[in-house]
């Protein structure tokens, strides 16, 4: 039972992800926008955890770090304006 959740949380994790993903390619989301961020951060930080959970530790980084520059990128648009970054 323990495995079907933590799969459950994988793939909501990869939805989010590939959701943002695939709507920024079709050009129905803006990188720079919140919720292209947004759902970069849950989709990256579910599967950050998801990695521990899994004992995928090369896929660690690769998550965590997504989680960040995504969380960083929207502090910065919403709390820290740079000129001429929208």
Do not use: H
């Amino acid at each position: 039972m323990a495995s079907l959740a933590v799969d459950a949380l994988g793939v909501i994790g990869l939805v989010a992800l590939l959701g943002a993903f695939i709507a920024n390619t079709a050009g129905k989301l803006a990188a720079t926008s919140d919720r292209y961020l947004l759902l970069n951060i849950l989709g990256s930080g579910i599967l950050t955890v998801y990695s521990v959970l899994i004992a995928a530790w090369v896929f660690f980084p690769l998550e965590l770090v997504w989680t960040a520059v995504a969380a960083w990128q929207l502090y910065r648009k919403r709390v820290r304006p740079v000129a001429g970054v929208v």
